[in-house]
Nanobody, 118 residues
């Protein structure tokens, strides 16, 4: 089992910045991939960014150049630095962890609300 707890969401003006944190209950060395997803009402959950245990990153086209995913293994925490925020970034952001070998199991945090509005 992996418990994931997100924090850092809130209200920000367009062009502003937020940093989301995802604290894991176990060493992230043992987690294959961690990532951030987001979801708005009536929409499917979409990938924002991922980072592997080896440090490789991947981003959705809509956030490239604005968002940065990073990890602090000593703190068992993954971050999402969000800059130049736009109203369309408004969503509930979820932390995700993929764990396993032959069978991969997904774990999700409870989500944190990000609202970009003037």
């Amino acid at each position: 089992q992996v418990q994931l707890v997100e924090s850092g969401g809130g209200l920000v003006q367009p062009g502003g910045s937020l940093r989301l944190s995802c604290a894991a209950s176990r060493s992230i060395f043992s987690i294959n991939v961690m990532g951030w997803y987001r979801q708005t009402p009536g929409k499917q959950r979409e990938l924002v960014a991922t980072i592997t245990s080896g440090g490789n990153t991947n981003y959705a086209d809509s956030v490239k150049g604005r968002f940065t995913i990073s990890r602090d293994n000593a703190k068992n925490t993954v971050y999402l630095q969000m800059n130049s925020l736009k109203p369309e970034d408004t969503a509930v952001y979820y932390c995700n962890a993929k764990v396993g070998w032959a069978r991969i199991v997904d774990y999700w945090g409870q989500g944190t609300q990000v609202t970009v509005s003037s």
